[in-house]
């Protein structure tokens, strides 16, 4: 991503992840960097920043997304985020311990 908007550094929260961008006409995977930040002095909201890896998608010219949360928000993102980690989980658990038992 040599053309990136967001700065990546050792804070960044998810500096390389799975990505899909979806339009009317297309869907292409792709890489992306997720970053969950607040104003260091002051802070007045959580911000959440997505970019897509502009190098692959042909579809976008390069941009950002960012949210600005309240600190509610933010925490029912967190939960939620929570919940289906915890699903995804226990599906993968189910299914280890189902090949197992196949073995």
């Known amino acids: 991503m040599a ?9 960044t ?3 390389l992840v ?5 339009g009317h006409d297309f869907e292409t995977e792709s890489l992306a960097v997720v970053n ?15 970019e897509l890896d502009n190098m692959t ?4 010219p390069a ?7 309240t600190p509610e928000q933010a925490r029912t993102l967190a ?3 929570e919940k289906h980690a915890a699903r ?3 599906a993968h658990d189910t299914q280890s311990a189902a090949d197992r038992s196949d073995a």
Not at 18 to 22: K, P, Q, S
Not at 36 to 50: G, N
């Open 3 to 11: 053309d990136r908007l967001m700065k990546v550094n050792a804070y």
């Open 13 to 15: 929260t998810l500096d």
């Open 18 to 22: 799975d990505a899909v961008v979806t």
């Open 36 to 50: 969950a930040t607040a104003e260091r002095d002051h802070p007045d909201c959580v911000r959440l920043q997505f």
């Open 57 to 60: 998608e042909a579809h976008l």
């Open 63 to 69: 941009h950002m997304e960012a949210l600005e949360l």
């Open 79 to 81: 939960a939620d985020l």
């Open 88 to 90: 995804v989980e226990e």
